[in-house]
Structure formats: structure tokens, C-alpha cells
């Protein structure tokens, strides 16, 4: 044996060749890589040995590349066996056919074999739009549910909400974690943690674990499971998920996906809190994404756009509660979804072709997202300096590196939308110090959501603001804000918005759901403290009972 800079090493003992190669000839042993930089492994169904002769292959599942095989594409095949992983050197098709329905190939018998012991370095990432829920079972009978954020063969990394603390503390014995995908194929591994890492501002703990003791049957399942996890992430590496057959572990059986993950946890007031809650587990995901160096993924961005103007069109006044309601979330995911729903029933849907009005929402739900790339440390500044200013401003050029793939969305609205809504008539705002003749109408409307809906919400530097004081401070700066959307977000959304949390003359505190046309409230829903709404509010009012508490006295700011 021989070995090489990347760890592996050559075998080249007859026995142990045929011995390796019997292993993959297993379903689900074997995947194929071409010989191309950033190919991805496909895969392929190893059906017969000849030793010192040829491999028979079945490449049904990968016809698509047929054709550059024939032509004398150079592949490898790669597999797991004895717990070890294995790879071919570089080969060649010397001829395929069809048979029974199926595309059937031969190759050279490979002399020689490389395997890599180092089983951890093979760890697959899910890709944002990939969910598999996991439950954490320990001994005692607690137990949690989360999600897998990559997979090896020797360990996971699962997502957890931080209430799972106090289950990861408390085991002196292996936990067991049970991987949830979306096909209803379960897995169950007994699993010991071994890493953690806290993440208070979204509320998880990503917790690494070591699997214990697998036998031979978990460890095939296992890396079947790897493999299929990296297929399916091909199919999302060039921005298309037609490009490739899906994975069938990520093919859902029945309209509804396997409610298992770190969401499901949470308790929303609301059933539209809840649905509004998946589009911002989309955003926290992105969030993750981008701190990795990845881009706005195009394909899930659009999807959960579609999502937004969907409940937009069902129940309004629902989502426009819905977005007080998701305190479990990242305050950046907040106040992108709060500006996304604002400014869709602002300036969207009845004033432009709905297509525009999906851009619009979806280059608001994003336009935030910036600030992830940014020290943590530095959005907890109660004072900053000029030099911290400066650093928080360039949030803005950051995203738009990252939204190279969007090709769908409309560069105009996403300019407008994004890369303008900080900026101010008289050339005060930023990234670019644009002034009034250089701002669309879109861009206008777009800052004054994105202040009413930062005003409203808790800062490091100040506490949230009432309501009126916000439209005041709106309608004394005519400089800084375009006074027509001023005054038709007012009309719009009235002198207490829905999500506003009011007191009656009879001291009653009410969550405003509902405006009548002159903007006053039409249904409220009762609650006992100063809190966020929560899923324990009281009866909803209307009309009548409505008017036995009275007149409003006050509206209280809660950050939400």
C-alpha cells in the first residue's frame, strides 16, 4: 500500500479489490463522479464483477450524461465499504446498451483501489430549501425535536431550540436521534454530544454528535443517506432543480410534510402566525447561508414570495397581525418580513401586475439580510461612532454581491427596493447618498415602511416608539421622507395599526386584528399583560362588546 496527499490510500491486493468491490454492488453502494472540477457524485448501480475483465453498470438514474460517457468522459466510482471509504481511479465506458428497460454500461476493471479512513471528512450539508427534522430522545424519557444541518458517517450536527439545554446537559448516556426526511424515511442512531454552540438572538443550539456503535447496516443506510443528501445538493448548485432527478428522500408522499422540526416547538397565537413562521424559517436559514459564504438562493427566494402574496390573498388583516406574532424569530427576520407585508399593502398588488408586486415583497424580505455579514457585537452598540456607522451602512453593498442568481427578479425593483429604501430626498441617506430626482417612487414608499417598522420594534440604542410619535417625526421631516406615502401609509394603516396593542377607558388591553373603513378598530383580541402576543390571548371582540370597553385611551409599544 501506498499513501497519497490527500489521505487515501492505494490498494492493490486482487483479494482486497474484489473484496471492496462486492460492497458496492449493493443498492445504494456506489455513486459516480465525473472527472470535471465541482462535479457532484450521481448515482449508479454497480451490477456484476469480472474481475480483471470489467465492471457492469447500470446508469438509468443518470441518463442525462450518457451521452458525454459515451463520448469518453472520464469518471470515478466512489463507495463506502468496512468501514472505509473507497475510490476507483479514473476510468472510461467501453460501451453501453440498453436492456430490459434499463441503460446498462461496461468499464475496465480497475487494478487498483484508494480508501480513505478519515470517515468524518465526508460530512454533507444540507442546502437552504433541504429540511430534515430530528428528535433527541435521552434516557429518561425528554425529548425535542430540531433539524439536521449536515450528516457523516460518523457523526450530525442538528439544530436545536435552546430549552434543548438542559436535555444535552443532563445525559451521562448516549442519546438517541431520530432523523426525520421528507419521504417518511426514519432513521433512529444512538448518538453522544460532543460540541454546542449557542445562538440567542435565533433562540437554537447547533449541537454536534458523535454516533455510537453503529453496526454494519446503519453505516450502508448511513452513507446511502450522505450520498443522496450531496445528489440532491448538485441539484441546486447551478440555480436549477430541473437539471438533475431529485433525490427521492426529498420527495414529499402527501401534501404536507412530516411535522418534525425545531419550529414545531413553538406556540403561535394564530394558525396565520404559524404559516407565516415557515417563510421566516426560510429567512433564518438564509441568514445561516450567507454567514457561509453562500448567495440569496434564487430558487427558494422566489417560492416564498409566492408563499407571501398566497396568505396576502387569503386573510390580510391575518398576516398583518401575523407579523406581531413571530417573537421566536431573529429580530432581523422580523422587521424584513414586517417590511415585506407593509409594503405589499402599501404600494403592491392592487397597483401593479402581481409579478412586480412578488419582486417588490421579495427584494423587501432580503433587503436586511446584509447585516448577518456583519460582526454581531456591532448591532449592540447603544452609541456608535462614526466608524461603526460606516461599518453598519455597508450591510447594504454586501447583500447585493449576494443576489448575483436572482435572475428572475426585476433588477429595477430590486435597486429600488433594496439597495435604495436607506436612502433620503435631500441625499443625507445611504450606500450611495442618491437625492430626490434619483429616487423612485417605489424606493420613496419602501423608506417609509422600513422606518415605521424599525421605529416600532426595540433597538440596543432606544426603546420602541408609540405609533403617533413615529407619524409625527415622519410628517416633520419632509427633507428625509416623501410626504405623500407618508400620509397614505397614515390612511392605509390608520392611528392604530392592526398589531397595536391598546388600553380602553375601562383599562382593558386588547390586541388591535382588525380596522373598519375609517381606520378604527373593528376587532380586537383581549390580553392580560404587556407582553408579545402569545398563544394564550383571550376572546376576540367586535362590533357591540367591542364598544362596551369603551374608547381607546392609549396605544402601548411593544417591541414584536
Partial sequence: MSQQQDGYTRVESPTEIEALLEALIEPGGASLQVSTPGSKPLPVLVMEQQPGAILVLDISAIREIAGELKRGQEFRL?????????????????????????????CQFPYSLEVLQRRESFRARLRLGMEVGAILRGEEGGSTQGDLKDLSLEGCQLE?????GALLANTSQPLEVELCFPNDTRFAVRASPRHQEVDTDRQAILAGFCFDHTTGEQDRQLWFFVREIERESARYAEGSEASRLPSLLFQTRTATPPAVGRRNTQEYPT???RRLACIAGYLDAQLLELQQGGEVDSVQLSRHADRLLLLHDEDRDGLLFATRCLQHEPRLVRHSLGVSVGLLDLAGLSSIPRKLSKAMAASAMVHDLGKALLPTELWQ??????HQHLQMQSHVEKLMRRMGRCHWLSANILDSVAHNINERLDGSGYPRSLAADDLHELARAAAVVDVVDAMRRDRPDRPAWRIDAIYRHLLSHPEHFDQRWVKRYIKQFGLYPIGSLVRFDSGQLAWVQALDTQGRPSQVQLADSLEPPGPTLGEILQSTALQRLGSIQEELPISV
Fill in 78 to 106: 466512489l463507495g463506502q465499504a468496512q468501514g472505509k471509504m473507497l475510490r476507483t481511479p479514473s476510468m472510461a465506458m467501453k460501451e453501453c446498451h440498453e436492456e430490459d428497460g434499463r441503460l446498462v454500461c461496461t
Fill in 160 to 164: 436545536l431550540p435552546l430549552f434543548a
Fill in 271 to 273: 394558525p396565520m402566525a
Fill in 381 to 386: 452598540v447603544t452609541h456608535p461612532d462614526e
